[in-house]
């Protein structure tokens, strides 16, 4: 097996046990197994060809049939391994979505295994609802957002949701997710 496809193994194994088993985002079950998740590793080692990379899958993505490709993750495990680095490049990865005149078309969520919100502690447990095993461009389709809210009304509850469920497990819990 290819390193890229140990860490496509590695995504979806994570994708299926936090973000769908414990329905952290009770949208992606549905994309899952329909297959219309497309994951897509970066060997990008500088941001520069990070951005190149992005920029193709947005291409791809916005000429892709909805009904085939819902949404990208571009994982990138050799380049922003820093949190704090990855951080920052989310307002350059904004930008590329205004250059290309995918703003409000797109947008991107992030996931990073040091995810740490502004304001908490870097071991709280709240942080893993958005730790993910790489670095992770979550790249979406506005449209389809609308419609999963539109399905689901109570959607700003979901990050409260997400940290009670968390925070319920505990680290041990979490640990054993993953046993």
């Not at 299926?16 to 899952?32: D, M, S, T």
């Not at 506005?142 to 680290?171: C, W, Y």
Request: hydrophobic fraction near 40%.
């Amino acid at each position: 097996m290819s390193s890229d496809e140990q860490i496509i193994l590695d995504t979806e194994r994570w994708l299926e046990k936090a973000v769908i088993g414990l329905n952290l985002c009770p949208f992606a079950k549905a994309v899952h197994v329909k297959k219309q998740v497309r994951y897509r590793v970066s060997d990008a080692r500088n941001i520069d060809v990070l951005i190149e990379h992005l920029i193709k899958e947005l291409e791809l993505l916005s000429d892709a049939d909805p009904g085939k490709i819902e949404m990208t993750l571009l994982i990138h495990p050799h380049v922003l391994g820093d949190f704090l680095a990855y951080n920052d490049f989310l307002e350059i990865a904004d930008s590329v979505l205004e250059e290309l005149n995918l703003n409000g078309i797109f947008q991107i969520a992030s996931f990073h295994p040091q995810y740490q919100f502004e304001g908490s502690k870097p071991d709280d447990i709240d942080n893993y609802t958005n730790r993910s095993p790489y670095p992770t461009l979550h790249l979406l389709r506005e449209d389809s957002i609308d419609k999963a809210v539109e399905a689901f009304p109570d959607a700003d509850v979901i990050v409260d949701r997400n940290i009670a469920t968390l925070r319920s497990m505990g680290h041990a819990g979490w640990k054993k997710l993953w046993e």
